[in-house]
């Protein structure tokens, strides 16, 4: 071993992950990897091995893959139906049977802003407060309009001038205008109240 390294520039501490997806040479020895693997769902007809990234409606064929479909399938993964997308090596950036990679915190993370926005939406239509664009305003600005108009927010209320609101603000609505916004929230009143 310590030949080929003088030789020829080996390195004896290469494995098969760090020359998967290239023409190896005589010199690699048997080995065994890990590869992060994500369910998806096929937007179309998808055979194995096909390179695939995130399209509308599930995972397909597009300019900017980020991985394979199973390659050890069969036959053909039909449109809507599950398969394991194989991501490619070397492109995650965590890997302990749990991975992170870009493209898919990308996708993870507006799946989680739609989620939390449709909760924050239900919770505005169904509770005594302006609607969900008026408290994303006041909670955003933290201060809007004037005189009767006034809308603020501090430790304890969220006020409304001008506009009826009343009642509890639990802590998960909190938690999912954290989500929304991107931004932790150093002040997170329990009421709602106004000046009507």
């Given at each position: 071993m310590n030949r080929r390294i003088i030789l020829e520039g080996g390195d004896p501490k290469r494995d098969a992950l760090a020359t998967l997806?290239?023409?190896i040479d005589e010199?690699?020895?048997r080995d065994a990897i890990h590869l992060a693997v994500e369910p998806?769902?096929?937007a179309h007809s998808l055979r194995p091995g096909e390179h695939v990234g995130f399209v509308e409606g599930g995972v397909g064929i597009c300019d900017a893959p980020v991985g394979i479909v199973d390659p050890f399938l069969k036959s053909e993964v039909r449109k809507g139906e599950r398969f394991w997308l194989v991501v490619y090596p070397r492109t995650i950036t965590s890997l302990r049977h749990v991975w992170t990679h870009p493209a898919f915190e990308e996708e993870a993370t507006k799946q989680q802003k739609k989620d939390s926005?449709?909760?924050?939406?239900?919770?505005c239509r169904s509770a005594d407060c302006p609607g969900y664009d008026v408290v994303m305003e006041v909670i955003a600005k933290g201060n809007i309009g004037d005189g009767y108009d006034h809308c603020y927010l501090d430790?304890?209320?969220?006020?409304f001038g001008g506009r009826?609101?009343?009642?509890?603000?639990?802590?998960?609505?909190w938690d999912h205008v954290e989500v929304v916004t991107g931004?932790?929230?150093?002040q997170r009143p329990k009421y709602f109240s106004c000046s009507c």
């Open positions: 997806g290239t023409i010199f690699e020895k998806a769902i096929a926005e449709a909760w924050l939406r239900e919770f430790d304890e209320y969220i006020h009826d609101a009343h009642g509890d603000i639990p802590s998960e609505f931004k932790k929230m150093t």
